[in-house]
């Protein structure tokens, strides 16, 4: 796929492997736009007790080497070392910063036993605060699902949004950031079949592939 010359993405692996040490930190309430919530929290695990922290930092390490390789930029938002958090609020800043063409959060998400599936989360409208990013974030979102669809055998969830995409305006990534940015859900870890795909190494360079594919597909096409 194209090159990503010139371009600025920033990566956001949600959570932190250091959360569950730092309860008071993350517990502070910051200011989303839509209410107020923690600053950040601990994430879900698999069965077997793989976390959610460690899985996103794992595909976002994969992930920024594909995209480093096609030419881009990559700002991380945190890094393996990084102490706890950062909050929300702060990982949508970095992206402001940074002026990235480009930014997604790297999530796996702990929802019901029986359910499966990846989804990709865009941002809805809060007035005076989305209104920019909106339709380049929807565009994101498409590109991302359609990529992650076909390079993962991962289905598309069968319980959060529709045909691999929801919008929320209860997130402050989200809701605060000034550039396109979207959040995936890559499977459930409270699913065994998910589980199974998530704690392979081959399946998690899989999908950061697709990942990458899904980000030359909207930023190269800027």
Known sequence: MGSLSGKTI?????HNEHNADHVREISRQVDVVTE???CDTT???TD???TEAAF???VAGRLADLL?????????????????????TERAAIGNRAHADAAISIHADGGPSDGRGFDVTQPGLVAGHTDAIIEPSRRLARCVRDAFAQGTDMPTSTYLGADGIDTRTDLGGLNLSLVPKVLIETGNMRNATDAARLTQDTWRQ?????????????????
């Open 36 to 38: 107020h919530k923690e």
């Open 48 to 50: 077997s007790g793989y």
């Open 68 to 88: 480093r390789a096609r030419g881009a930029t990559v700002v991380l938002t945190r890094g393996p070392d990084t102490p706890w958090g950062p909050c929300i």
């Open 10 to 14: 920033v990566l956001d692996p949600g």
């Open 56 to 58: 996103n930092t794992d």
């Open 43 to 45: 994430g879900t695990a």
């Open 206 to 222: 899989s999908a950061a592939v697709a990942l990458s594919d899904g980000i030359t597909c909207f930023a190269g096409a800027e």
